[in-house]
Nanobody, 123 residues
């Protein structure tokens, strides 16, 4: 059974930075792509970033240039460095394992979701 635990969220002022972490256990972490999604109340879960098992990275247009995804296979951990945060970045951030080879942007192609970590950006 795969388990993902996110951490690093919090309250930050606009323009600030946060670094989210997602610690994985239960599978050979390096064999899988890992993604970050976010969800605000009343909205769908939206793609933020993904890092493939070959360390290719892809980002949502809304965060491109402000967010960096990375991974440390030795620690079974994926990171999301977020800079120049905006109030519209406020959401619960989830990490997940990319299980299928469909669209990298589709939440349905991911599984083993963590419980999420809250990010709140004040104006």
């Amino acid at each position: 059974q795969v388990r993902l635990i996110e951490s690093g969220g919090g309250l930050v002022q606009a323009g600030g930075s946060l670094r989210l972490s997602c610690a994985a256990s239960g599978r050979t972490f390096s064999n899988y792509g890992m993604g970050w999604f976010r969800q605000s109340p009343g909205k769908e879960r939206d793609f933020v970033a993904v890092i493939t098992r070959d360390n290719m990275t892809y980002y949502a247009d809304s965060v491109k240039g402000r967010v960096t995804i990375s991974r440390d296979n030795a620690k079974n951990t994926v990171y999301l460095q977020m800079d120049s945060l905006k109030p519209e970045d406020t959401a619960v951030y989830y990490c997940a394992v990319r299980l299928y080879t469909g669209s990298i942007y589709a939440a349905m192609d991911y599984g083993y979701w963590g419980r999420g970590t809250q990010v709140t950006v004040s104006s």
